[in-house]
């Protein structure tokens, strides 16, 4: 990503849409996972049988001798938390890299969640963590966060879903909006994860890498394991690899809607804000 992306991202008024358009009706429809979270102290009265007895003031009822409880007004304010997953892979991209389409993903995410005033928690993990920022509401983490995006060294990477899914569970107890981002080129763990909180996959690839529009000898080297070789691509070989593409996203796709997690396609050259939208909008 150059400097031309960053300073795209503040411009066109790219805080403004995203922040009307991509979360605004998310307190609402999230509102059964927060049930009993984020109540904020409003008042006293007197207490009355539909009242929950969890609610009463002890100290006022002792002292006044009339039964009172305390009132409280829901904060509609969401906890997300947006992991950007750090593997060889994302360094591939026939016109633009995946690496700077997440990056890209992860900014329009972060002034939609900000820009309402939530809490913001980043997450840059491979098998392990590589960066993190837990529970902001302050805009400038976004430069910040794109910068990290930038200087990552993503080839020679592998996501370990275990590792990332037992460090989430134990470092986000607040009940939380989880988008995992990445090319997903491997099976997630998500089991408990998607158990306690409400997790979205965004899924980023690149078009060429699904049709495959090259025929040949290619000297080529492996993202992850960065060992190199020549291979030859015909009809055959490419047919073969994108059948075992379409399997593995078909068993991709049924463990997100195993646990009831919301996804949505992006590749390198889609409207990015039109995708995220249709993910969060989608029921």
Known sequence: MDKTFTNKLYQNNLQLTTKQSIFSHLSGEHSSIFSGNGLDFRELREYNTSDDIRHLNWKVTARTGNPTVNIFSEDKRLNFVFVY??????????????????????????????????????????????????????????????????????????????????????????KSLIFLIGDFLELPSIRFLSAKHQVYGVIVRDRLEEDIKLLGDFYIKDTSSLKSENLFLDEGSIKKYEELLKIHDQNLYALFHKHKVRYKKIYTDDDVVGKLFQLVKER
Request: glycine share 6%; charged share 30%.
């Open 85 to 174: 997953l750090v593997s060889g892979g994302i360094y591939f991209g026939s016109m633009r890299a995946k690496k700077d389409t997440m990056s890209e993903v992860l900014a329009h995410l972060s002034f939609a969640a900000l820009g309402k005033k939530d809490m913001v928690s980043t997450l840059f993990f491979s098998d392990r963590v590589e960066e993190v920022n837990f529970f902001s509401k302050r805009k400038m983490i976004i430069e910040r966060d794109i910068k990290i995006a930038n200087k990552l060294k993503s080839l020679g990477k592998k996501i370990n879903f275990k590792n990332l899914e037992a460090y989430l569970l134990e470092h986000i107890k607040q």
